[in-house]
């Protein structure tokens, strides 16, 4: 079973610029969620989607947004970046099943680089 | 103050030796603990998970977790050079796909 892929796996962009980020969450895995991964903040949850609709929200701002498609792939989207966008984006992707233990699996990460 | 706080590291020990990571966190309404590892350029993966309190073995590896401290650890006995790697703990409140993590321990196992 292939794992949960994540493109690019690196992305330079400038300051005021535009980013779109991919991930393609395991074979009939319906939720996927977004982390940020800082050295000063650490892991942060961004924001979960589940067949499609937001269902879990975290605490930044609007600029950083999210959607996902009937075959479950997610993308996110930081508009205006900023330098303190710099960081490791995870993407994580789970079955959704409330009727047992939802394990998240990783993928490798998309490596931003804001200048 | 952050509602999960973990142990800062970094932590170096010889190989064989028991290592015990640990976490407090402030918000009761978390009832699964996880600990994951992640390598280097890689993303975390689980280790283990437990569900309310109580402890849970899996090999060289034991969760712990006290909800009336707050408090939860994870225990690596026999410890080998390839557990070297950035443990975190992170916290759920719900089955549902947002958890709340630790910033991390780095553990260092020398042959």
């Known amino acids: 079973k292939a794992g949960v892929t994540q493109t690019p796996r690196y992305l330079i962009k400038t300051r005021g610029q535009q980013v779109t980020l991919s991930c393609s969450p395991i074979?009939?895995?319906?939720?996927v969620s977004w982390y940020q991964q800082t050295p000063g903040q650490g892991l942060q949850f961004l924001f979960e989607?589940?067949?499609?609709?937001?269902?879990n929200k975290g605490n930044f701002p609007g600029r950083f947004s999210g959607r996902q498609f009937s075959n479950s792939r997610s993308e996110m989207n930081v508009s205006t970046l900023e330098l303190g966008d710099s960081a490791l984006y995870l993407c994580?992707?789970?079955?959704?099943?409330?009727?047992?233990?939802?394990?998240?699996?990783f993928g490798p990460g998309t490596r931003l680089t804001v200048l | 103050q952050k509602e999960v706080e973990q142990d800062p590291g970094p932590l170096s020990v010889p190989e064989g030796a028991i290592v015990s990571l640990n976490c407090t966190y402030s918000?009761?309404?978390?009832?699964?603990f996880m600990w994951y590892r992640q390598y280097s350029r890689k993303g975390p993966e689980l280790l283990m998970y437990?569900?309310?309190?109580g402890n849970k073995e899996d090999g060289r590896f034991t969760a712990q977790v006290d909800k009336s401290s707050k408090y939860i650890s994870l225990f690596i006995r026999d410890s080998q050079p390839s557990d070297s790697a950035t443990y975190l703990c992170?916290?759920?409140?719900?089955?549902?796909?947002?958890?709340?993590f630790g910033d991390g321990t780095t553990l260092t196992v020398k042959p």
């Open positions: 989607y589940f067949s499609e609709t937001q269902r």
């Open positions: 994580a992707s789970s079955s959704g099943d409330h009727t047992s233990y939802n394990e998240q699996f």
């Open positions: 437990t569900y309310s309190s």
């Open positions: 992170a916290m759920s409140s719900t089955n549902a796909g947002k958890s709340t």
């Open positions: 918000n009761s309404a978390f009832q699964y």
């Open positions: 074979s009939g895995h319906r939720s």
